[in-house]
């Protein structure tokens, strides 16, 4: 058995693989918070964890010396001599039955047998820590707590007869990526020489866009004195060390450069080059060992990042599991060995309190990775787009001047080189789409000229990782949202949704789970979500569903033909996918109605009460497919025709009166029947149209072919009353529509949906003209398409909203938006006219997770109180101000104070102002009427309201200063100058503390803080 050190030893690297110490070197992303606190863990790992497992043995050790004592206590007593002796003799009969009248001695026996048995079958304190390391290294994965594998498959129930879990279930899924760790492998000499290679930088794609970057070969590292902050020492691509040799990577984006034979030169000119050929033998038949190590190294750093919404509870909540596993698999041991059994109880108690301690030590590094990926994130980027006919005339001198305006202009296609630019052009041309960033000067103008700002946006678009699109918005569009439509990541393994290998389905199950949690929470209770999907999570997808949504609120799995042909597959050629059909609250809602093709009523009704209505006339009267005898017996009757003839269905009875509506029963199933029963037919006869015909399959009163074929008009505003419910299978719908439409637009785009598909969901939902339609998976923005072009249409005042966090927002979805906007028809990226739909749409950037962890600064360090304790150590942001670099506390109100001068990093390098302004009305959820700047740019007045549950509107005004210079006389020249606004108002927030006597006004500060990171649930 391993000795205790060994044990202690294979538990402290298991600890220090979880808390990430070997990548605390790298100072971007997840490792900055590990960076931080390298110290602090090191200490609880080599310091405090050993001496409270010492602390926990000596307790375990004083029971077992107070049982001894006892045991001494009794034996020393010459009264208990016999007794003692009765003991020895091993006769137990008469120790049970001596036992039974003398509790001292029933307690000496106890005692003696505990002491035996332990000396016989003494479980050595390696154990415990073996019991800690395989409990640890069980739940832990490359980074992250999952179920184990026997858990998974199994069915949960929570109030309902069925249910199912997931590997990762419980998790946030944060993205997919590279997780490098050191890599080492051993040559095959005698010397058996380390080699390791060893991540410097990582430029690794953000926020689960597409990763562009590869392993490159070389690097200089630097070892930095902590206190000086002097390099000591300096290598670059390589370092020598005692028979071992590390090499130098980068993960960035860069050219292709042939790594092996890089690393075979540099290994060449070293004090190994004896390895070269080594490196250079082959691993297997067709791979170099070099070439075999990089490509594990590469391969192995794969890997999903979770982060646990409840680490503590789950890893408590195992821990019970496991100690219950391990007395299972000792129970015959113990069967009847009291001593044993006592002794294996107070360990695993041991155990216990020694997971404890380490459960909260690992949950506080989570829970604070936790607060910063569900903290509302900040808008960093916000600005409007709109057609000329939203603009006043009065900035058209200045739009004309603008080179930048005028050149997108030309890339968009909505004039050249040849358009001659002038203020005629621009009435001529309104649908012209105007972007606020190239008017910097004029956008307060322009956004002050609004009476309601948010009501006569029609759009908003957000550049976001779509759980903190929805996060952040879900205060002001709560209970608001008719319609979503998503088009998530199938899965197939080439859509862009990565994955690590073992766990494909559940990283997507998390992934999906959150964001649809999310969405139920926007739709109106009469709401409904369509969710398109494909094979690969066909069956899951819609087990997630019904366990958001609820098994009553499950609608449909709606069939579309996606494509006619193809020849990829392995049995069968994938030709459709599915819709799911859900809705928020089934009760609520209206049925579905496909409607009616206004190109089938081609006809005008000229008389009749229903004269000037459009009808069709080519629905026979006469169906052979009707059983007569079925139902039918009243519907076989004369019919006079216009030229005084008759016509009856074929058949073998006749009436015996040949007039009109003179009627017979059928006696074979071969005596057809008209569609009517015979009082119908006397009521409506003014609906049927005679038509000659030369085949007509109806009789005259001679029993011959008749010389005409009857049909029935079908009005089409009675079909619109009626409604037409509509088919579960779309066959005319496939995505050769959206790939013909892109390119109409000169846009190229992998797999676009087509904009009919969202156009007929949105018309089987009956879509109101005001309602708000949500696509967070916007890819080329299909949906927010279908939607303008809808309100193009019937001038409606629908509103959208797209989320897309990849370079398509830039490059693809903001560009088709604008093109469809100026025009309805292109052809190879040109307009053929300037036919568009009105409109203004918003476009934002928020910050992300990782920008979040890209900014961070170390937290104050407080002593005692745990790692990074919640309620101490808030998050600290580095928040460049205009005039010098300064660190901002989120816990201290002085970002608040001046909030035009703030910026962050976003991305790798670039620096964006924080939109403080704009991230607050999402916080309070209000609906923006008047967004007000002064000229200056150093003062911003919102005036809006939020509808509550209830129905009830509050009212606010909301204004923030540049600085806390003069703020109570500023304050009050605003009242005065908008005294109508702020009389109306329930609640007077400002930046700063005002004392004014005639408004009661509220910090924004306080609130800010309390909503940034206040749970969505």
Same mark, same amino acid.
């Given at each position: 058995?391993?000795?205790?050190?060994?044990?202690?030893?294979?538990?402290?690297?298991?600890?220090?693989?979880?808390?990430?110490?070997?990548?605390?070197?790298?100072?971007?992303?997840?490792?900055?918070?590990?960076?931080?606190?390298?110290?602090?863990?090191?200490?609880?790992?080599?310091?405090?964890?050993?001496?409270?497992?010492?602390?926990?043995?000596?307790?375990?050790?004083?029971?077992?010396?107070?049982?001894?004592?006892?045991?001494?206590?009794?034996?020393?007593?010459?009264?208990?001599?016999?007794?003692?002796?009765?003991?020895?003799?091993?006769?137990?009969?008469?120790?049970?039955?001596?036992?039974?009248?003398?509790?001292?001695?029933?307690?000496?026996?106890?005692?003696?047998?505990?002491?035996?048995?332990?000396?016989?079958?003494?479980?050595?304190?390696?154990?415990?820590?073996?019991?800690?390391?395989?409990?640890?290294?069980?739940?832990?994965?490359?980074?992250?707590?999952?179920?184990?594998?026997?858990?998974?498959?199994?069915?949960?129930?929570?109030?309902?007869?069925?249910?199912?879990?997931?590997? *990762? =279930?419980?998790?946030?899924?944060?993205? $997919?990526?590279?997780? !490098?760790? &050191?890599?080492?492998? %051993?040559?095959? #000499?005698? @010397?058996?020489?380390?080699?390791?290679?060893?991540?410097?930088?990582?430029?690794?794609?953000?926020?689960?866009?597409?990763?562009?970057?590869?392993?490159?070969?070389?690097?200089?590292?630097?070892?930095?004195?902590?206190?000086?902050?002097?390099?000591?020492?300096?290598?670059?691509?390589?370092?020598?060390?005692?028979?071992?040799?590390?090499?130098?990577?980068?993960?960035?984006?860069?050219?292709?450069?042939?790594? *092996? =034979?890089?690393?075979?030169?540099?290994? $060449?000119?070293?004090? !190994?080059? &004896?390895?070269?050929? %080594?490196?250079? #033998?082959? @691993?297997?038949?067709?791979?170099?060992?070099?070439?075999?190590?990089?490509?594990?190294?590469?391969?192995?750093?794969?890997?999903?990042?979770?982060?646990?919404?409840?680490?503590?509870?789950?890893?408590?909540?195992?821990?019970?599991?496991?100690?219950?596993?391990?007395?299972?698999?000792?129970?015959?041991?113990?069967?009847?060995?009291?001593?044993?059994?006592?002794?294996?109880?107070?360990?695993?108690?041991?155990?216990? =309190?020694?997971?404890?301690?380490?459960?909260?030590?690992?949950?506080?590094?989570?829970?604070?990775?936790?607060?910063?990926?569900? @903290?509302?994130?900040?808008?960093?980027?916000?600005?409007?787009?709109?057609?000329?006919?939203?603009?006043?005339?009065?900035?058209?001198?200045?739009?004309?001047?603008?080179?930048?305006?005028?050149?997108?202009?030309?890339?968009?296609?909505?004039?050249?080189?040849?358009?001659?630019?002038?203020?005629?052009?621009?009435?001529?041309?309104?649908?012209?789409?105007?972007?606020?960033?190239?008017?910097?000067?004029?956008?307060?103008?322009?956004?002050?000229?609004?009476?309601?700002?948010?009501?006569?946006?029609?759009?908003?678009?957000?550049?976001?990782?779509?759980?903190?699109?929805?996060?952040?918005?879900?205060?002001?569009?709560?209970?608001?949202?008719?319609?979503?439509?998503?088009?998530?990541?199938?899965?197939?393994?080439?859509?862009?949704?990565?994955?690590?290998?073992?766990?494909?389905?559940?990283?997507?199950?998390?992934?999906?789970?959150?964001?649809?949690?999310?969405?139920?929470?926007?739709?109106?209770?009469?709401?409904?979500?369509?969710?398109?999907?494909?094979?690969?999570?066909?069956?899951?997808?819609?087990?997630?569903?019904?366990?958001?949504?609820?098994?009553?609120?499950?609608?449909?799995?709606?069939?579309?033909?996606?494509?006619?042909?193809?020849?990829?597959?392995?049995?069968?050629?994938?030709?459709?996918?599915?819709?799911?059909?859900?809705?928020?609250?089934?009760?609520?809602?209206?049925?579905?109605?496909?409607?009616?093709?206004?190109?089938?009523?081609?006809?005008?009704?000229?008389?009749?009460?229903?004269?000037?209505?459009?009808?069709?006339?080519?629905?026979?009267?006469?169906?052979?497919?009707?059983?007569?005898?079925?139902?039918?017996?009243?519907?076989?009757?004369?019919?006079?025709?216009?030229?005084?003839?008759?016509?009856?269905?074929?058949?073998?009875?006749?009436?015996?009166?040949?007039?009109?509506?003179?009627?017979?029963?059928?006696?074979?199933?071969?005596?057809?029947?008209?569609?009517?029963?015979?009082?119908?037919?006397?009521?409506?006869?003014?609906?049927?149209?005679?038509?000659?015909?030369?085949?007509?399959?109806?009789?005259?009163?001679?029993?011959?072919?008749?010389?005409?074929?009857?049909?029935?008009?079908?009005?089409?505003?009675?079909?619109?009353?009626?409604?037409?419910?509509?088919?579960?299978?779309?066959?005319?719908?496939?995505?050769?529509?959206?790939?013909?439409?892109?390119?109409?637009?000169?846009?190229?785009?992998?797999?676009?949906?087509?904009?009919?598909?969202?156009?007929?969901?949105?018309?089987?939902?009956?879509?109101?003209?005001?309602?708000?339609?949500?696509?967070?998976?916007?890819?080329?923005?299909?949906?927010?398409?279908?939607?303008?072009?809808?309100?193009?249409?019937?001038?409606?005042?629908?509103?959208?909203?797209?989320?897309?966090?990849?370079?398509?927002?830039?490059?693809?979805?903001?560009?088709?938006?604008?093109?469809?906007?100026?025009?309805?028809?292109?052809?190879?990226?040109?307009?053929?006219?300037?036919?568009?739909?009105?409109?203004?749409?918003?476009?934002?950037?928020?910050?992300?997770?990782?920008?979040?962890?890209?900014?961070?600064?170390?937290?104050?360090?407080?002593?005692?109180?745990?790692?990074?304790?919640?309620?101490?150590?808030?998050?600290?942001?580095?928040?460049?101000?205009?005039?010098?670099?300064?660190?901002?506390?989120?816990?201290?109100?002085?970002?608040?104070?001046?909030?035009?001068?703030?910026?962050?990093?976003?991305?790798?390098?670039?620096?964006?102002?924080?939109?403080?302004?704009?991230?607050?009305?999402?916080?309070?959820?209000?609906?923006?009427?008047?967004?007000?700047?002064?000229?200056?740019?150093?003062?911003?007045?919102?005036?809006?309201?939020?509808?509550?549950?209830?129905?009830?509107?509050?009212?606010?005004?909301?204004?923030?200063?540049?600085?806390?210079?003069?703020?109570?006389?500023?304050?009050?020249?605003?009242?005065?100058?908008?005294?109508?606004?702020?009389?109306?108002?329930?609640?007077?927030?400002?930046?700063?503390?005002?004392?004014?006597?005639?408004?009661?006004?509220?910090?924004?500060?306080?609130?800010?803080?309390?909503?940034?990171?206040?749970?969505?649930?």
């Amino acid at each position: 058995m391993e000795n205790t050190n060994t044990s202690l030893l294979n538990l402290q690297e298991k600890l220090k693989e979880i808390f990430e110490i070997n990548n605390s070197d790298l100072d971007f992303g997840i490792y900055r918070i590990m960076k931080f606190r390298e110290k602090e863990i090191k200490n609880f790992i080599d310091i405090e964890l050993p001496k409270t497992i010492n602390s926990k043995f000596k307790s375990l050790e004083s029971s077992s010396k107070n049982i001894f004592d006892k045991v001494s206590e009794f034996e020393e007593a010459s009264e208990n001599d016999s007794l003692v002796e009765l003991y020895n003799s091993g006769n137990t009969t008469e120790i049970e039955s001596a036992s039974k009248y003398n509790p001292k001695f029933k307690e000496y026996v106890s005692n003696k047998n505990s002491l035996k048995d332990s000396k016989k079958t003494s479980i050595e304190s390696d154990d415990i820590y073996n019991w800690l390391n395989a409990f640890f290294t069980s739940y832990y994965d490359k980074g992250d707590f999952f179920k184990t594998r026997k858990q998974k498959g199994t069915y949960k129930f929570e109030g309902g007869d069925v249910g199912f879990t997931w590997a *990762t =279930e419980g998790q946030y899924y944060i993205k $997919s990526g590279k997780h !490098f760790n &050191i890599y080492s492998f %051993y040559s095959n #000499d005698e @010397k058996k020489t380390k080699i390791t290679f060893e991540l410097l930088e990582t430029k690794e794609a953000l926020n689960n866009n597409k990763d562009k970057c590869k392993l490159i070969f070389g690097g200089t590292k630097e070892i930095i004195d902590e206190e000086t902050g002097d390099i000591l020492e300096s290598f670059t691509n390589i370092q020598i060390k005692e028979n071992e040799i590390v090499l130098f990577f980068e993960y960035k984006e860069g050219e292709n450069k042939n790594n *092996t =034979e890089n690393i075979l030169e540099v290994f $060449s000119k070293s004090p !190994f080059a &004896i390895l070269t050929k %080594y490196l250079s #033998d082959k @691993k297997t038949e067709k791979t170099k060992v070099l070439d075999y190590h990089l490509t594990r190294f590469e391969a192995e750093s794969k890997r999903d990042f979770f982060i646990h919404k409840d680490l503590k509870g789950f890893l408590n909540t195992e821990l019970e599991d496991f100690i219950n596993s391990v007395i299972s698999e000792k129970q015959s041991a113990i069967l009847g060995n009291v001593g044993l059994a006592t002794e294996i109880l107070k360990k695993l108690q041991v155990m216990r =309190e020694v997971s404890i301690t380490i459960i909260d030590f690992i949950s506080g590094v989570e829970e604070y990775q936790k607060a910063i990926f569900e @903290k509302k994130k900040f808008v960093v980027e916000s600005e409007y787009c709109m057609t000329l006919d939203k603009v006043s005339r009065d900035f058209y001198d200045e739009i004309l001047k603008n080179k930048e305006q005028i050149q997108e202009w030309k890339n968009l296609g909505f004039i050249d080189e040849k358009t001659k630019l002038d203020k005629a052009y621009l009435e001529a041309n309104q649908t012209l789409v105007l972007d606020t960033k190239f008017f910097p000067n004029l956008k307060s103008k322009i956004l002050a000229s609004f009476e309601n700002l948010d009501e006569e946006t029609n759009g908003l678009l957000i550049n976001s990782e779509n759980f903190q699109a929805l996060n952040l918005m879900l205060e002001k569009y709560r209970g608001k949202v008719k319609c979503i439509y998503i088009d998530p990541p199938y899965n197939t393994g080439d859509d862009g949704f990565p994955y690590k290998d073992s766990f494909k389905h559940s990283s997507w199950l998390s992934m999906i789970e959150d964001r649809l949690l999310l969405a139920r929470e926007l739709l109106t209770d009469d709401g409904v979500i369509f969710v398109s999907i494909g094979e690969d999570e066909n069956y899951n997808l819609e087990k997630i569903l019904k366990n958001i949504f609820g098994e009553q609120n499950y609608i449909s799995n709606v069939s579309r033909v996606q494509k006619a042909g193809g020849r990829k597959g392995t049995y069968f050629s994938p030709s459709i996918d599915y819709v799911y059909v859900l809705s928020k609250n089934i009760s609520c809602l209206e049925g579905f109605d496909e409607g009616v093709d206004i190109s089938l009523y081609p006809l005008t009704e000229t008389e009749g009460i229903y004269k000037g209505e459009k009808y069709r006339d080519d629905q026979a009267f006469y169906l052979s497919s009707l059983d007569s005898l079925r139902g039918c017996t009243n519907q076989r009757y004369y019919i006079k025709c216009p030229d005084g003839s008759f016509v009856i269905p074929p058949g073998n009875v006749f009436p015996e009166k040949v007039i009109d509506a003179e009627k017979v029963l059928p006696k074979t199933s071969n005596d057809k029947v008209w569609r009517w029963k015979f009082q119908s037919y006397l009521y409506n006869k003014e609906m049927l149209v005679f038509k000659k015909s030369n085949n007509s399959p109806l009789l005259d009163e001679n029993g011959n072919q008749a010389k005409y074929n009857v049909y029935v008009k079908s009005y089409m505003h009675l079909r619109e009353k009626d409604g037409t419910v509509p088919r579960n299978f779309i066959t005319d719908i496939q995505n050769r529509k959206g790939t013909s439409t892109l390119d109409k637009l000169g846009i190229s785009f992998a797999y676009p949906k087509p904009v009919e598909l969202i156009s007929y969901l949105l018309k089987i939902i009956r879509i109101k003209k005001d309602d708000i339609i949500l696509d967070f998976f916007s890819g080329s923005g299909t949906t927010q398409h279908a939607v303008t072009e809808l309100n193009g249409i019937d001038n409606g005042n629908r509103k959208y909203i797209g989320v897309e966090m990849g370079e398509y927002f830039e490059e693809i979805l903001k560009p088709r938006i604008k093109k469809v906007t100026y025009s309805n028809n292109w052809k190879k990226g040109k307009p053929l006219d300037n036919v568009g739909t009105s409109q203004i749409f918003k476009y934002q950037k928020l910050e992300q997770y990782e920008d979040s962890l890209n900014n961070l600064q170390e937290p104050q360090k407080i002593e005692n109180q745990g790692f990074l304790n919640t309620e101490l150590n808030k998050i600290v942001y580095e928040l460049k101000n205009n005039e010098a670099s300064s660190i901002s506390i989120l816990n201290d109100d002085s970002f608040i104070r001046t909030p035009f001068a703030q910026s962050m990093k976003i991305g790798e390098d670039d620096f964006k102002k924080v939109n403080f302004v704009d991230t607050f009305n999402y916080l309070l959820g209000i609906h923006v009427e008047k967004y007000l700047i002064s000229e200056d740019n150093k003062q911003v007045i919102i005036s809006g309201n939020k509808e509550l549950s209830n129905g009830k509107i509050q009212r606010y005004f909301i204004v923030w200063f540049d600085n806390k210079d003069n703020v109570n006389s500023r304050f009050e020249k605003v009242v005065n100058d908008y005294k109508n606004l702020i009389e109306k108002a329930d609640f007077i927030y400002c930046n700063h503390q005002i004392a004014n006597k005639e408004y009661a006004t509220k910090d924004i500060y306080p609130e800010f803080y309390e909503l940034t990171f206040k749970s969505s649930k």
